[in-house]
Structures are given as C-alpha cells and as structure tokens.
C-alpha cells in the first residue's frame, strides 16, 4: 500500500479495465465482419482503429467489414 500524504491507495481493490468498461456502460465500438458466403462475425470492441486485425482473428476468411462507433 503506497501513502501519499493522508491518502492511502489499496493497490488490492484497484479496478481493472473490463470492471471499469462495465461501469462506463460498454464499448465505444461494434465490429461486423462479413465473408464471401454471406456469413458473418461481429463483436464489440473499443475502437475502430484495428478493424483488419481484430476481423483476421474472429473471422477468419472475411471480405469486407463495417465498425461503426469509435
């Protein structure tokens, strides 16, 4: 446990990212994934910065994709 001043941080009940994702009310971004015999794969994510790799690896095989949010 770190003391900074009068403040003490429990380094044991720090929130993780998923935890805090929760609480903020989910993703910023939805994935949507589609391959060349219509079927398709989506999932949420937090941006749309990496659309190509995340497509790569939930749906391998895909054509085109559309994110939509971040």
Do not use: F
């Not at 391998?60 to 994110?67: L, N």
């Amino acid at each position: 446990m770190k003391k900074l001043n009068r403040l003490q941080i429990n380094s044991k009940k720090l929130i993780e990212n998923e935890e805090l994702m929760t609480i903020r009310g989910g993703y910023s971004a939805y994935i949507r994934c589609v391959r060349p015999d219509g079927g398709n794969c989506g999932r949420d994510t937090y941006s749309c910065d990496y659309v190509e790799y995340e497509c790569d690896m939930i749906c391998p095989g895909w054509e085109w994709s559309i994110c939509v949010g971040g």
